[in-house]
């Protein structure tokens, strides 16, 4: 069992037949029971457990952590980034993937199962603090394309929220173990510059390098390497 605040083993020695069809993995429930010490560690054991009802007035969102930094700083920050990208073209597709229905998913979306970010509005933390390295090191090395580099921190972990569930327990979908975040957001880049009238292709092609190199190496899971300036400072980010 998990709320905001822990995640602790419980036991049901009884009666398990009853609870086992309707009670699964992600359901929200209303627990009585002791805690117990076992092999030095707390535990739940359950005396009656239930699925809640519409009328206990929960939300998913009430058992699963959340980033401690304003949502609304956060929003402030991501829109101060998306605009500070000049290029039409880098602008325009920014703008396709951070608005509506996509937008709603991205901010609940952790950047993790359970290692960094682990916690809802985690994507958006973690887009922001390599966006914040990456925006420095244009200050620092004005030779770095700043367009190209923000639009790929931006958008490099994206595919996350097609990758992760976070409905009531974070998890990877389907898609996610079959096609893997990176490649999903290669494949929804070259979608959206669909949209996007005379698209130049080296620019698309130079935004989906990022993507696919930023985990630096292909053991790392990344399907190539960094071969640009760029590329090379987004993965160091």
């Known amino acids: 069992l998990?709320?905001?605040?822990?995640?602790l083993p419980a036991k049901l020695w009884d009666n398990i037949d009853s609870y086992s069809k309707s009670i699964t993995e992600g359901s929200i429930v209303k627990v009585a029971g002791q805690i117990e010490e076992y092999n030095n560690s707390p535990q739940i054991k359950i005396d009656k457990i239930r699925l809640a009802a519409?009328?206990?007035?929960?939300?998913?969102?009430?058992f699963l952590p959340k980033s401690k930094r304003s949502l609304d700083e956060m929003l402030s920050e991501l829109n101060y980034f998306i605009e500070s990208v000049q290029n039409q073209y880098c602008s325009a597709l920014l703008k396709n993937?951070?608005?509506?229905?996509?937008?709603?998913?991205?901010?609940r979306t952790p950047a993790g199962k359970s290692w960094h970010h682990a916690y809802v509005h985690g994507l958006l933390e973690h887009t922001l603090e390599i966006t914040k390295i990456c925006g420095l090191m244009c200050e620092i090395h004005p030779e770095v394309n700043y367009d190209i580099l923000i639009t790929g921190a931006l958008l490099h972990d994206f595919?996350?929220?097609?990758?992760?569930?976070?409905?009531?327990?974070?998890?990877?979908?389907?898609?996610?173990?079959?096609i893997g975040h990176?490649?999903?957001?290669?494949?929804e880049i070259e979608k959206a510059v669909e949209k996007i009238d005379n698209f130049p292709s080296d620019i698309k092609d130079h935004?989906?390098?990022?993507?696919?190199?930023h985990q630096g190496k292909l053991e790392y899971a990344s399907p190539v390497e960094p071969k640009t300036l760029e590329a090379i400072v987004l993965y160091q980010a």
């Open 97 to 107: 993937f951070f608005e509506g229905e996509n937008l709603q998913k991205y901010i």
């Open 207 to 213: 935004i989906i390098h990022l993507v696919l190199s």
């Open 54 to 62: 519409e009328d206990d007035n929960v939300n998913s969102e009430d």
């Open 159 to 178: 595919g996350k929220t097609v990758e992760l569930s976070s409905d009531t327990k974070f998890d990877y979908t389907d898609k996610g173990k079959l």
């Open 182 to 187: 990176i490649v999903i957001c290669a494949i």
């Open 2 to 7: 998990r709320d905001r605040s822990a995640v």
